[in-house]
């Protein structure tokens, strides 16, 4: 295993361009990458084929249809259009906008022996355990160093308790094996998801393929990114699942799924609304404006508070036929947050924050020390090395805005501190984001987007563009 937080690597600096003024963009942002694994999954499930359109095609995502294609399912990779599959009834949107690349997806029986390489992806290393565990046959599962030392303890003991055999050596972690016999029992089941919202979601995804279903009582103090297992509800759900959620009046706290068959869906993918952050959050820093179109009227994307999120750091925003326009107003106010229910924001909103007039502070968030790196030491550390004053607190940072200067911004391997780097640079001479490459995991293509908004070449160093 490696510390990721120590020493890395200042190899393939790519020179952050400086805003050469307020921009004007419109950012055509690719899918999401929660919606399209979770459309993976659930189409891998399903009792007959499926499409997914303007899927993500990220290291995320390509690992998790690379993983269950090794368990026996076909995707095929097609360019759409709208003759090519009629829209079903339920999602008409797809044959509203036909064209673009699209997935086939045709469920089969799922079989081992295979091997899953899970990368970093936390939505693979959780979500598929559940799914291996209906497959007939062993399913190893490992992945990059660091998916070692993110927690999953929080779905191998539940599968243990609903039947499944997995081998982990005692670790509570990567790498393990799940021994699948075809079935598995399903029924209750009590976690701690504090760590993670995906154990939650990992269960529920998989629970119509169990004979029982599943009931899933999270037990802990704390619960994060709430958004994200209301889309898996709601995605379960669209898919013809029977789904009791704690919002419906149920019990606090409990998730009930019924086993069944679920429906190939013919399903549109929305742009990642996280994704959208650093060209929305360009539009704040620099006082111009940003459209990103396609921008959903509904969705259960944590990417949506940024509307209010990034109001209330300055900014204003209209959401119309064009999609969401962002406008910043020149000025950046501090925040005072909890971002407990949208974790995945706040490196962005941190750099955002170092810019401001006047002091923030993050809450909410100290489950992030576990994510794609330690995210709390990591913006301490990159955004305090360019003359920033960030502290980490007991659950997330108070930023007091300075005046920064250039250097090597590094990423850990984390493409939101990449992205959060690359913001940085908008306004400060110099930075240059190491590994810029990283932000393949979820966001292809990231210094050509920029460079695009910018209006400046996109290649301004090496890793740009490439595949982690
Ligand atoms: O279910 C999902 O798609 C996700 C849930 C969240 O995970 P945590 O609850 O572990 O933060 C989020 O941070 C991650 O980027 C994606
Ligand atoms: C935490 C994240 O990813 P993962 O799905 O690997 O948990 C993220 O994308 O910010």
């Given at each position: 295993?490696?510390?990721?937080?120590?020493?890395?690597?200042?190899?393939?600096?790519?020179?952050?361009?400086t805003?050469?003024?307020?921009?004007e963009?419109?950012?055509?942002?690719?899918?999401?990458?929660?919606?399209?694994?979770?459309?993976?999954?659930?189409?891998?499930l399903?009792?007959?084929p499926?499409?997914?359109?303007?899927?993500?095609?990220?290291?995320?995502?390509?690992?998790?249809?690379?993983?269950?294609?090794?368990?026996?399912?076909?995707?095929?990779e097609t360019?759409?259009?709208?003759?090519?599959?009629?829209?079903?009834?339920?999602?008409?949107?797809?044959?509203?906008r036909?064209?673009?690349?699209?997935?086939?997806?045709?469920?089969?029986?799922l079989?081992?022996?295979?091997?899953?390489?899970?990368?970093?992806a936390?939505?693979?290393?959780?979500?598929?355990?559940?799914?291996?565990?209906?497959?007939?046959?062993?399913?190893?599962?490992?992945g990059?160093?660091?998916?070692?030392?993110?927690?999953l303890?929080?779905?191998?003991?539940?599968?243990?308790t609903?039947?499944a055999?997995?081998?982990?050596?005692?670790?509570?972690?990567?790498?393990?094996?799940?021994?699948?016999?075809?079935?598995?029992?399903?029924?209750?089941?009590?976690?701690?998801?504090?760590?993670?919202s995906?154990?939650?979601s990992?269960?529920?995804?998989?629970?119509?393929?169990?004979?029982?279903?599943?009931?899933?009582?999270?037990?802990?103090?704390?619960?994060?990114?709430?958004?994200?297992?209301?889309?898996?509800?709601?995605?379960?759900?669209?898919?013809?699942?029977?789904?009791?959620?704690?919002?419906?009046?149920?019990?606090?706290?409990?998730?009930?799924?019924?086993?069944?068959?679920?429906l190939?869906?013919?399903?549109?993918?929305?742009?990642?609304?996280?994704?959208?952050?650093?060209f929305?959050?360009?539009?704040?820093?620099?006082?111009?404006?940003?459209?990103?179109p396609d921008?959903?009227e509904?969705?259960?994307?944590?990417?949506?508070?940024?509307?209010?999120?990034?109001?209330?750091?300055?900014?204003?925003?209209?959401?119309?036929e064009r999609?969401?326009?962002?406008?910043?107003?020149?000025?950046?106010?501090?925040?005072?947050?909890?971002?407990?229910?949208?974790?995945?924001?706040?490196?962005?909103?941190?750099?955002?924050?170092?810019?401001?007039e006047?002091?923030?502070v993050?809450?909410?968030?100290g489950?992030?020390?576990?994510?794609e790196?330690?995210?709390?030491?990591?913006?301490?550390?990159?955004?305090?090395?360019?003359?920033?004053?960030?502290?980490?607190?007991?659950?997330?940072?108070?930023i007091?805005?300075?005046?920064?200067?250039?250097?090597?911004f590094?990423?850990?391997?984390?493409?939101?501190l990449?992205?959060?780097?690359?913001?940085?640079?908008?306004?400060?001479?110099?930075?240059?984001?190491?590994?810029?490459?990283?932000?393949?995991?979820?966001?292809?293509?990231?210094?050509?987007m920029?460079?695009?908004?910018?209006?400046?070449?996109a290649?301004?160093?090496?890793?740009?563009?490439?595949?982690?």
């Amino acid at each position: 295993m490696t510390d990721q937080r120590i020493s890395p690597a200042d190899s393939a600096l790519w020179h952050a361009p400086t805003a050469p003024g307020r921009i004007e963009a419109t950012v055509t942002v690719p899918g999401s990458k929660s919606v399209t694994n979770r459309a993976l999954v659930l189409a891998a499930l399903s009792s007959e084929p499926g499409w997914l359109r303007r899927p993500l095609r990220s290291r995320d995502t390509l690992l998790m249809a690379d993983a269950l294609r090794t368990m026996g399912v076909h995707i095929e990779e097609t360019v759409s259009s709208a003759s090519a599959a009629p829209a079903t009834d339920g999602d008409r949107a797809a044959g509203e906008r036909p064209g673009g690349e699209a997935w086939r997806v045709i469920p089969t029986a799922l079989r081992g022996p295979a091997t899953v390489d899970v990368g970093n992806a936390g939505t693979v290393m959780r979500f598929l355990p559940p799914l291996a565990a209906l497959a007939e046959g062993p399913i190893r599962f490992d992945g990059d160093p660091r998916s070692y030392e993110r927690p999953l303890h929080g779905v191998i003991d539940a599968l243990r308790t609903l039947g499944a055999r997995v081998e982990d050596e005692g670790r509570g972690a990567l790498p393990m094996t799940v021994h699948g016999n075809g079935s598995l029992a399903g029924g209750p089941v009590e976690i701690d998801a504090s760590s993670s919202s995906q154990f939650v979601s990992a269960l529920l995804l998989s629970g119509p393929g169990f004979n029982q279903g599943v009931e899933v009582r999270h037990t802990g103090r704390t619960l994060p990114s709430m958004p994200h297992i209301r889309m898996t509800v709601e995605m379960l759900r669209a898919a013809g699942a029977q789904v009791d959620a704690p919002e419906d009046g149920g019990a606090p706290n409990v998730w009930r799924v019924t086993p069944g068959a679920l429906l190939g869906r013919d399903l549109t993918i929305e742009p990642d609304l996280s994704n959208a952050q650093p060209f929305l959050a360009a539009a704040l820093v620099t006082g111009g404006r940003v459209t990103v179109p396609d921008w959903p009227e509904h969705t259960t994307q944590p990417g949506d508070a940024l509307r209010e999120i990034f109001t209330a750091m300055g900014g204003s925003c209209v959401l119309d036929e064009r999609g969401l326009t962002f406008t910043g107003s020149g000025r950046i106010h501090g925040i005072d947050i909890d971002l407990g229910e949208v974790g995945e924001l706040t490196p962005g909103i941190a750099a955002v924050a170092a810019l401001a007039e006047g002091e923030s502070v993050l809450r909410g968030v100290g489950h992030l020390r576990l994510h794609e790196t330690d995210r709390l030491a990591a913006l301490v550390k990159e955004i305090n090395g360019l003359g920033g004053d960030v502290t980490e607190t007991e659950d997330g940072l108070r930023i007091r805005p300075r005046p920064l200067h250039g250097g090597v911004f590094h990423t850990y391997d984390d493409h939101r501190l990449a992205t959060a780097g690359a913001l940085l640079g908008l306004a400060v001479e110099g930075v240059e984001v190491e590994n810029v490459a990283t932000t393949y995991k979820t966001l292809p293509d990231f210094p050509r987007m920029w460079g695009d908004m910018l209006g400046v070449p996109a290649a301004a160093g090496p890793g740009a563009g490439e595949r982690a």
